[in-house]
């Protein structure tokens, strides 16, 4: 068969299809070999694997655990998008993990057609219910429930979040931006250091991080840090900028210095020209 486009859908046989490398047997041990099978058992096969042509057969770029588990149940074809070059290592690597926003919001659609209990078995989970977040994004800021969606901040994040007020959690997440510290010990040191008043009175403390002294203690001694880092580069960024300013101005008055602008244009051109544009023309 030819293949005109760089990619094409195509059905396969799976007796046509070739690993490209070998694995251990183990992996059917595993937990995502599991959750696979539970998932392609319940509802058949959602993504196609990629492969490309070789010695008339098709060798599985991606996909390989789908292709074990098909051939486990006995499916005999399998979709297959058919690439023309040969590059697992792009492949690999093409494959991301869906955001916890992204996930809760699939797993709330699949609930349009199917009951809780049968949506956690294909995933071989116990119990959905703590990843659908019934009351999670109404005890969020919107701001900060628009950080979750855009992955700015993860779930375990979202969740300690509701500890403080909507207010609080905005002057949070305002910190975390200003220190670009988006990190889970970040954020609990936010939160001990968050005045009383500010804290949600309708959900206490259950971690072990909060009742721990030497938890508290290593926290709070993070944030004295982060906010020593951030005044040390503050200060920094503002010499540098008074010094800028400073530069600016002295050689704003050499290229305006008639003999001294004259001798540059004639000997160095190309200097004078990019001086008097970094001088005159920038903004600001």
């Known amino acids: 068969m030819t293949i005109d486009a760089k990619t094409c859908g195509m059905d396969i046989p799976i007796g046509d299809l070739v690993p490209l490398n070998k694995r251990d047997a183990n992996f059917k041990n595993s937990r995502g070999y599991r959750r696979l099978l539970a998932t392609i058992t319940a509802v058949g096969l959602i993504e196609p694997l990629a492969v490309y042509p070789e010695n008339g057969r098709y060798v599985i770029l991606n996909g390989f655990m789908r292709y074990k588990v098909c051939e486990e149940i006995g499916v005999t074809m399998l979709p297959c998008r058919i690439y023309q070059d040969k590059d697992a290592y792009t492949f690999n690597h093409m494959v991301n993990n869906i955001s916890g926003f992204q996930e ?165 051109p190309d200097i004078f020209s990019n001086l008097k544009s970094i001088v005159f023309e920038t903004p600001g």
């Not at 305002?174 to 250091?193: D, P, Q, V, W």
């Not at 949600?200 to 982060?226: G, I, M, Q, T, Y």
């Not at 010094?243 to 160095?268: H, M, S, W």
Request: aromatic content about 8%.
């Open 104 to 268: 809760m919001r699939m797993l709330r659609k699949s609930l349009d057609k199917l009951d809780e209990q049968t949506v956690a078995d294909v995933f071989g989970l116990k119990s959905i219910r703590y990843r659908l977040a019934p009351t999670l994004l109404k005890q969020l800021h919107p701001q900060v429930a628009k950080a979750y969606e855009n992955e700015s901040i993860g779930r375990n994040c979202v969740k300690e979040m509701t500890s403080v007020l909507p207010d609080r959690q905005v002057e949070i997440l305002k910190e975390m931006k200003t220190k670009h510290n988006y990190s889970l010990a970040f954020l609990r040191a936010l939160i001990l250091g968050t005045p009383e008043q500010q804290k949600n009175p309708h959900r206490s403390f259950r971690k072990a991080w909060s009742k721990d002294p030497s938890k508290r203690k290593l926290l709070v001694a993070r944030l004295d840090e982060a906010a020593r880092q951030h005044d040390f580069y503050s200060s920094l960024y503002r010499r540098y900028s008074t010094d800028l300013l400073k530069i600016c101005f002295y050689v704003r008055q050499l290229l305006t210095n008639p003999g001294l602008a004259a001798y540059l244009e004639g000997k160095q």
